[in-house]
């Protein structure tokens, strides 16, 4: 092989994960992985703590040669009484996928009054934003968003994907791991600033969840400044925009802007959500 021929030698996300967060982000109650019980282990365990539930129908060997429909349809119906969701999701993964598995029939089986999120995604996908966009367009199909939040999350990944091929995860050079710069020297130098009589900018430009931890950057910049007495020489800008968004972000918007009022810090411009 040469080694213009070779796409991606680094490990990068994938699109089954990208795909539970996206259903995390729609507000599902359950997410079903259709698979071997080890598929995505980590974030699987790990979005229990934003409050989904994420089971398995735990295909083995036996199931990679005769199919698992009667398994979800299984798993359906116990999760529905065990959690008694208003939302559910399915998820294929690769295994399930190779072997042509159709979440849908499952889903009829089951003959649950519950809606379902159908995302038929495995890990094999050029791009990993490919299982966000799989995910919304079922959830656009079942009515959980509508046509113009969709079109405008898909302009969103198009524009993100192509950003990462040319300096992200999806770039053709490998990428050794880096933690970034040092906390603390940059608020040392930002202290240093202030204290200059310098003016500041703060954006908050986060992603998700991530906003909660992001939005701790405007604050201590406000208090800083604050407690110098120059809290006018800082503007503060934040995609925190509450009307955009799946539900879950527009939530978390909600709550950082509430936070943010509550200790004082004007968010100066809007930028988007």
């Not at 980590?42 to 060997?61: C, P």
């Amino acid at each position: 092989m040469a080694a213009n021929d070779i796409s991606i030698i680094h490990p990068r996300p994938s699109s089954i994960v990208a795909a539970l967060y996206t259903l995390r982000d729609l507000n599902v109650d359950v997410a079903i992985l259709h698979g071997p019980p080890g598929c995505s282990f980590k974030h699987a365990r790990l979005l229990e703590e934003d409050g989904i539930h994420v089971v398995t129908t735990a295909l083995d060997e036996n199931g990679f040669v005769f199919g698992g429909r009667r398994e979800l349809s299984s798993v359906l119906e116990k999760v529905n009484e065990m959690f008694h969701p208003k939302l559910i999701g399915v998820v294929g993964t690769c295994a399930s996928m190779i072997i042509g598995e159709e979440l849908h029939e499952p889903v009829m089986d089951a003959d649950l009054d519950v809606p379902v999120i159908e995302v038929e995604v495995h890990a094999g996908y050029a791009n990993n934003t490919k299982g966000v966009l799989i995910t919304l367009e079922s959830a656009l199909d079942i009515g959980v968003i509508d046509r113009e939040e969709f079109e405008r999350q898909k302009v969103l990944l198009e524009e993100a994907t192509e950003v990462e091929k040319r300096h992200g995860a999806a770039s053709k050079e490998y990428l050794a791991p880096s933690r970034g710069d040092l906390k603390y020297k940059v608020a040392q130098r930002i202290i240093e600033l202030l204290k200059e009589g310098k003016k500041g900018l703060v954006i908050m430009n986060a992603k998700k969840e991530t906003g909660y931890m992001f939005a701790d950057i405007n604050v201590a910049v406000h208090e800083v400044a604050s407690r110098l007495g120059v809290s006018g020489n800082v503007v503060n800008m934040a995609n925190l925009d509450e009307s955009l968004g799946l539900p879950r972000v527009r939530d978390h918007a909600r709550n950082i802007m509430h936070d943010l009022k509550e200790k004082g810090v004007q968010i100066h411009d809007i930028t988007g959500g």
